[in-house]
């Protein structure tokens, strides 16, 4: 059992009070579309080494987490087959020559079960560790993401992934409207535009912790070395 105790880590706008016995890891969207060359991300024209250099972190991190029988969870954003959870807005936004559901390099484009949507090798969940698809950006919307949560136990998020100011922005807006404290992890996450991830951790952390604080994983692995 984890020891119900806890640590300070330092963050800003100031020193987070983690309580590993209830707080969960929520890794976002690792996946191999978004991470991996020549994958969905690549082939709409971006870096994608902008968002690997937070795979060596993320695993440090999960395999500290893990090491100390902490709660992890993963997500995935994807849409059934038949489509049917995925809104006309939404498939046809970005007027690009591919929409979701259309033919990838890794498969049909956000779809479930296609080999694009799971998650990348380097993080690929255990057995027994949630994995969350969700139809849009944020974690909560129309998944059961909370009630895990709450069964738990957990009142706490350290959250990583990507993309920054996308899917890990609105799953921690999300959260803290449902009374969730989030730390969110600045080498563990990331943006396709390095402007996009200053100003997305610079939304999260503004006006003392509007929506929570930003860290880093190795102030995180310390303090659960000493949990």
Known sequence: MVPDKVSIVEAEP?????WPAHCAL??????????????????????????????????????????????VI?????????????????????????????????GRILVRG?????IIRELYPKPGEPVIDKPGKGAFFATDLHAILQYHGIRQLVVTGVTTEVCVNTTVREANDRGYDCLVLADCVGSYFPEFQEMGLKMIKAQGGIFGWVGKSDQVIKAIGKG
């Open 14 to 18: 100031y020193p987070f009070e983690f």
């Open 74 to 106: 993963h997500t995935r954003e994807g849409h059934r087959p038949d489509l049917a959870d995925l809104p006309p807005a939404k498939r046809i936004r970005g007027r690009g020559e591919k929409h979701i559901g259309d033919p990838g390099p890794m």
């Open 26 to 71: 929520v890794i976002i969207d690792m996946q191999r579309d978004f991470l991996e060359p020549g994958g969905f991300g690549e082939m709409l024209g971006n870096d994608v080494g902008q968002l690997r250099r937070t795979i060596a972190p993320n695993r440090a991190l999960l395999d500290a987490w893990r090491k100390a029988g902490l709660l």
């Open 114 to 118: 296609e080999a694009g949507h799971d």
